[in-house]
């Protein structure tokens, strides 16, 4: 096989490759949802958080039941938060546009945002407004003049394309500020992926991901989020209702080895006596692999992570590209002989190989 195809063949894994890191549970026995909490936390891990639409798709709601709890509830008194609609993207009060006066907050709550002329506005979510999509697989962004309220423009762009246009990088990208330039209606407000609310996971969690009935209203009395058939979209519902629920479980998959080898004696050591070096392909590993190089011996550990000169690429044992990553700053830049490593704070660093530390198995 030619290195080029090779190489693409390696590249198409990035967009479909993943792995679960975490089991959800049907629990049928109904319950309100702090006794449905304390369960979880007794027997598994926590009530089920949901990152993803992914998730959703594995968290099915059993055909007999009319809705069941998950992890998402709002405490009275709590500040609220901005988000962005696409899981993964950070909201960061230093990369914003707001126009003057923004966020403003007027006389009905204004917790949705739109765009004019590349600035952004709150509103309230129930107002009827055009909206942009964003596809990630080919970074595409795509203006919609039919009008819709926030939840359901959100939906729109989630069945058609991927989710609304989420954070300020796709924001200032060239492909949006085209997309904004053959607008057909540049003076209109149009809807993108930030919203602010009080609701937070049971785990403590901060995934912003939302999966709203289009109907659904944040009401005061109403401070716990169900599931709901068929569709698996969320309502909330009052907290001492009696529902069956879902919890989550993280399998323990990896498993710090406190000697000090080098690069090939660790993979030797894992592939013989475990699974393999670990790779670490999304955040929920990066989260969990972290945990257990707190723990070492040695100020960095390895991770089934090599520089490829013939490829010039960094690849991971299983032969996955690097496709998320946590690169510490300036420590990705190609050099022969050396392996990844990551230090006790997260943070990826490239070691050359030969050198001897801690290391983390995939079970």
Known sequence: MQWSLFVLILMGQCSFFTCHLYEYHFIQ????????????????????????????ERLTNPSQTKGAWIGLHSLPGTERSWHWSLP?????????????????NGATEENCVAIKEQKWHDFPCTNELGFICYNEPNQTYHSIVETKNWLR?????????????????????????????????????????????????????????????????????????????PNGKW?????????????????????????????????????????????????????????????ADTEFVWLGMRYTCTLDLWLWVIDRLVCYDNWAQDQMDEQCGMAGVMKRDGKWYKKPDHKKFNFICAK
């Not at 026995?29 to 998730?55: G, H, I, P």
């Not at 060239?174 to 209109?188: A, C, G, H, I, V």
């Not at 069956?244 to 993979?267: G, H, N, R």
Request: hydrophobic share 30%; aromatic share 12%; net charge negative.
């Open 235 to 295: 309502s909330s519902a009052t907290c001492t209702e009696e529902k069956p629920f879902y919890c989550y479980d993280v399998p323990d998959k990896v498993i710090l080895i406190k000697e000090k080898k080098t690069w090939d004696e660790a993979l030797t050591y894992c592939r013989a006596n475990h699974r393999d070096l670990v790779s670490i392909t999304d955040r929920h590993q990066q989260r969990w692999v972290q945990e257990r190089a707190k723990m």
């Open 153 to 229: 423009a959100q939906s729109y762009c989630r069945e058609h394309h991927t989710d609304l246009v989420s954070g300020f990088k796709q924001m200032n990208s060239t492909e949006f500020q085209e997309t904004m330039k053959r607008l057909s209606n540049p003076d209109n407000y149009l809807w993108i992926g930030l919203f602010r609310d009080t609701w937070s996971w049971s785990d403590g969690k901060n995934f912003s991901f939302r999966h709203w009935e289009d109907s659904f209203k944040d009401e005061a009395s109403k401070t716990c989020v169900m599931t709901t058939k």
């Open 29 to 56: 026995e109904e319950k309100t949802w702090d006794k449905a909490q304390s369960y979880c936390r007794e027997n598994f891990t926590d009530l089920a958080t949901v990152s993803n639409m992914r998730d959703v």
């Open 88 to 104: 993964g993207v950070e909201f960061k009060e230093s990369e914003t546009e707001w126009d003057t006066g923004q966020p403003g």
